[in-house]
């Protein structure tokens, strides 16, 4: 499993628990919004002027050091 930066918010909230708090020390609160269920990670980040691949690389790292 990896973080991409085209995939939806909602597929990567799927992907892993600690997704959430992810995209909250960002400042996306992308999972109370509507648009989170078509939005890519790309798009949020932008939106909430955050480096996509800040978001996308902390995301994998959620992979990496999980059992």
Do not use: W, Y
Request: some cysteine.
């Amino acid at each position: 499993m990896e973080f991409r930066k085209e995939m939806s918010i909602l597929e990567a909230l799927g992907l892993h628990p600690g997704a959430r708090q992810v995209f909250e020390e960002h400042g996306m609160t992308c999972c109370l919004c509507m648009g989170a269920m078509s939005e890519s990670i790309e798009a949020g980040a932008i939106m909430h002027l955050v480096d996509p691949a800040d978001v996308v690389d902390q995301l994998n790292r959620l992979v990496v050091s999980s059992p």
